[in-house]
């Protein structure tokens, strides 16, 4: 399966900053890949597809212009939050998606906003 | 719209005892998976069984198996002979079939292992 890596695993930032998390698939071509939120104890919510060369499609609820998708590449998708505030504080995982049904996550970002 | 429940947000058990995760869902679609994910302490979200809903075989894995009841719309998952490594978040998930790779998940079950 795909291997996929995050980068940064953490990150503190303060109020109002933007910060960018990258998604890797470090050995596949990925033309899809996901980004999902993770409150503590929660489950994961699907933000957003990611595809390559397209703009990406957000689910209902999401802000598009507060969290920006760049899937310049086969093997980069990144996630900015623009304007970060505290309740933006949250664990963000992206997901690269194989096949008719093979997904492989990423070993997420932990994102603190002060 | 895809709706997954999981009813018991906690569940403890015995090493090497079994313990059943249950898991229900809503859907109009004929063509579909389900998926129970495992996200353990380092929160990297591990898959540990697939079932696709045009089978009537329950899918197993090792001491993992499930209990699909399609016409209940039932997903439930079995683990036998626990381990202290089991001990983590499991989800339940759908994805609708074509190739969409969309996975909607459960709120989750908390499973501790007791030694």
């Known amino acids: 399966g795909a291997v996929v890596s995050q980068h940064p695993s953490w990150v503190i930032c303060k109020s109002g900053t933007s910060v960018k998390i990258e998604c890797r698939s470090l050995?596949?071509?990925?033309?899809?890949m996901f980004w999902y939120r993770q409150f503590p104890k929660q489950s994961l919510m699907l933000m957003a597809t990611?595809?390559?060369?397209?703009?990406?499609?957000?689910e209902q609820g999401v802000e598009k212009d507060k969290f920006l998708i760049n899937h310049a590449s086969l093997t980069l998708s990144t996630l900015t939050v623009t304007s970060a505030h505290p309740e933006d504080s949250s664990f963000y995982i992206c997901?690269?998606?194989?096949?008719?049904?093979?997904?492989?996550f990423g070993p997420g970002t932990r994102l603190t906003v002060t | 719209a895809q709706t997954v429940t999981q009813s018991q947000p906690e569940m403890s058990v015995q090493e090497a005892e079994t313990v059943t995760l249950s898991c229900t869902y809503d859907?109009?679609?004929?063509?579909?998976?389900l998926f129970w994910y495992k996200q353990p302490p380092s929160r990297q979200m591990i898959l540990v069984i697939r079932?696709?809903?045009?089978?009537?075989q329950n899918a197993t894995e090792n001491r993992f198996s499930v209990n699909f009841q399609k016409a209940a719309k039932s997903f439930s998952l079995k683990i036998s002979d626990s381990q202290l490594g089991d001990t983590a978040m499991y989800f339940c998930?759908?994805?609708?079939?074509?190739?969409?790779?969309?996975?909607?998940f459960g709120t989750g079950t908390l499973l501790a292992v007791q030694p």
């Open positions: 997901s690269v998606g194989q096949g008719r049904y093979e997904q492989y």
């Open positions: 050995d596949f071509q990925a033309t899809t």
């Open positions: 990611s595809n390559e060369g397209s703009k990406a499609t957000y």
């Open positions: 859907t109009s679609e004929s063509n579909y998976y």
């Open positions: 079932q696709e809903a045009y089978k009537q």
């Open positions: 998930a759908f994805m609708k079939g074509g190739a969409t790779n969309k996975l909607i």
